[in-house]
């Protein structure tokens, strides 16, 4: 229990209102977790399973109109609307903590108020934040604690200072409702409340909700970064390593980029992992150096088989939770994807009876797992190092059917701040909502930014003006598919052909092309030895078609001119030096 009296006053506060049947400290240890494991499965909230197939595992099924993050109940409550910016749902904080407070007014009766202390990032980072979480779930608490440095360590490090900065997390299931369901962020106050969900994504206070939103909003006034990045380290044979950090929107392949196994043409390369998620960067001698703050991984199910990844096959193969995934008669896990046969019968992620004829699917498709990051064969050996580690390349990329070739680099900062700035992205499940969408995502931050996009974009730029070695900006896309719908780029592994180019950029070897969209690769300056793959389909995955672009460019405008206003000049001056490239 923390000495420090802002915690407990806040927590006597909570407490008041919520009326709990009583107050549980979590410290974090293993004797606590294995009581909330037991409780858990006495109550439903988790299933067993089969412990010799995936030992100290479960499975957690979500009331069934909880599956994903829901983008149209989440606000950020700034003083002024205006602050909050054009992308984001803005409310406003005084009404809106009324609201928030009549909704949690007796809400924990009958049931345990945990307090979760935690923080993100490496223990010895100056970039590492302290939070506490207070929660009536205990899958949120068994959740955090993979995903966070949680109990003591959070205690120790907040101090007894009344004054010292951390983040008050309110989060209650209250009935699951979804007309009683909102995430909303005071940025100024340093607060979330989380209200109606048990989704993990509206429910770790830790992830999206401090990590990104505020963190991006104390990045800002702090003069670092808090991005939607993973971060990963690429070993050459000689022992030469670079890192690299990639924004990609939710559901679209950043665990898998960042636990990648190089193909056998790679001899001698290595990749290792940081992040799989979120990157926060400072400034340090004129160069990016990026941390993970998290501690586990909270990642998409269906498609990871060990062809996809290996790595992640062998994270979640143990100490795992699962959620919304179907069960095997034998209390195994399965889904969509996964290696081998699909079984005779399953129970799907709802629990009905499922078997191969089934309409529906088996685990829903935003079904997750929570494994902490130890699990990772892959992960780097500077995951803890509090400085961080240098980043040589920023990748931003999303899922576009056309228009956008495999990868190429920006001509400089102010050029790749653009790239990443008009982004977009086909949407996923990740999120309540259509899928298949094209959206414009900046920076994979749209759902995520917690202030006004404009000065976030700003942000970048005087970022850019700090840094005496910045990285190198790139755009990837592994999802470009030819006429007749096919995918034209084999991903997973064999997008080690395209961060071996990024490498060689990076150390001024690898060749390019000028092109009006930036540096492309011609197809000889891309290793392809050993893959079977067509040169027509090389050509048309990095080619530029003048057409699509023109389309492009409309949308760019249209994009900015919906932001109405807040896009700083810099980019609009990007967007009319790419349109003159094309006509030149
Ligand atoms: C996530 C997301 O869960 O982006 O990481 O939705
Ligand atoms: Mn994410």
């Known amino acids: 229990m923390p000495q420090n009296q802002s915690v407990l006053d806040w927590v006597r506060e909570i407490a008041a209102l919520t009326q709990p049947e009583n107050i549980f400290w979590c410290d974090g240890s293993e004797r606590e977790n294995e009581f909330l494991i037991e409780e858990s499965l006495k109550q439903n909230v988790l299933i067993e399973l089969n412990q010799k197939k995936v030992p100290r595992s479960y499975l957690h099924r979500s009331n069934p109109n909880d599956v994903a993050r829901v983008e ?11 602050e909050a910016g054009p992308t984001n749902n803005w409310s406003e904080p005084k009404e809106t903590y009324a609201k928030l407070r009549g909704l949690l007014k007796g809400a924990m009766r009958g049931r345990t108020l945990f307090v979760i202390p935690y923080i993100m990032g490496p223990p010895d980072s100056p970039l590492t934040k302290v939070g ?15 995903m966070t440095r949680m109990g003591e360590i959070a205690v120790k490090r907040l101090g007894d200072d009344p004054n010292a900065e951390w983040n008050r997390g309110v989060h209650s299931l209250l009935d699951v409702n979804p007309e009683r369901r909102f995430i909303c962020h005071f940025p100024q106050d340093n607060a979330i409340i989380s209200v109606g969900s048990g989704y993990g994504g ?33 070993e050459s044979p000689e022992g030469k390593k670079h890192y690299v950090a990639a924004a990609f929107p939710s559901a679209c392949g950043k665990t898998n980029f960042a636990m990648l196994i190089p193909p056998k043409h790679f001899k001698g390369w290595k990749v290792t992992t940081v992040g799989d998620d979120i990157g926060w960067m400072q400034i340090r001698d004129g160069q990016l150096y990026a941390v993970n703050p998290e501690n586990g991984y909270f990642g998409v199910v269906p498609g990871t088989s060990c062809k996809s990844n290996p790595n992640a096959m062998k994270s979640i193969a143990n100490d795992t939770i699962y959620t919304n995934v179907a069960l095997t008669d034998d209390g195994d896990v399965w889904w969509e994807g996964k290696d081998g046969a699909p079984p005779a019968h399953a129970f799907d992620w709802r629990g009905n009876d499922w078997t191969p004829d089934s309409k529906e699917k088996a685990a829903h498709p935003n079904s997750r797992f929570t494994t902490p990051m130890r699990n990772n064969p892959a992960l780097d050996p500077d995951v803890e190092k509090g400085e961080g580690v240098p980043i040589s390349a920023i990748i931003f990329g999303g899922r576009r059917s056309d228009t956008v070739p495999l990868v190429y680099q920006a001509f400089d900062w102010n050029h790749g ?15 309540a909502g259509t899928v298949g969408k094209v959206r414009r995502d900046p920076m994979a931050m749209l759902p995520f930014c917690g202030y006004n996009i404009g000065q976030y974009f700003q942000h970048w730029l005087d970022i850019g003006k ?11 896309n592994w999802f470009r598919k030819g006429v007749k719908s096919q995918f034209l780029w084999p ?16 150390e001024g070897t690898g060749g390019a092309l000028k092109s009006p969209i930036g540096w492309l690769p011609s197809p000889h300056d891309l290793d392809l030895a050993e893959l079977d793959i067509d040169h027509k389909c090389v050509a048309e995955i990095l080619g530029i078609d003048h057409e699509e672009w023109a389309k492009e460019l409309a949308e760019h405008k249209i994009f900015f001119d919906s932001l109405g206003g807040v896009v700083p000049k810099q980019l609009l001056d990007q967007r009319e030096q790419l349109a003159a490239r094309f006509k030149e």
């Open 491 to 506: 991903g997973f592994g064999e997008n080690m052909r395209v961060l071996k180019w990024i490498i060689d950029r990076c």
């Open 417 to 431: 701040v653009y790239l990443g700035a008009t982004m977009a992205s086909e949407t996923t499940a990740a999120a």
């Open 132 to 146: 506490f979480e207070i929660t009536d779930s205990k899958y949120v608490v068994l959740n955090m604690r993979i």
């Open 466 to 476: 700090r840094l005496s070695s910045p990285p190198l900006i790139f755009n990837v």
């Open 202 to 234: 509206n429910v770790l206070l830790s992830k999206k909700c401090l990590a990104l939103r505020i963190g991006s909003y104390l990045a800002r006034t702090q003069g670092w970064m808090a991005e939607h990045m993973l971060i990963l380290g690429v």
């Open 72 to 82: 149209q109940f989440t606000f950020v409550c700034t003083p002024t609307k205006e």
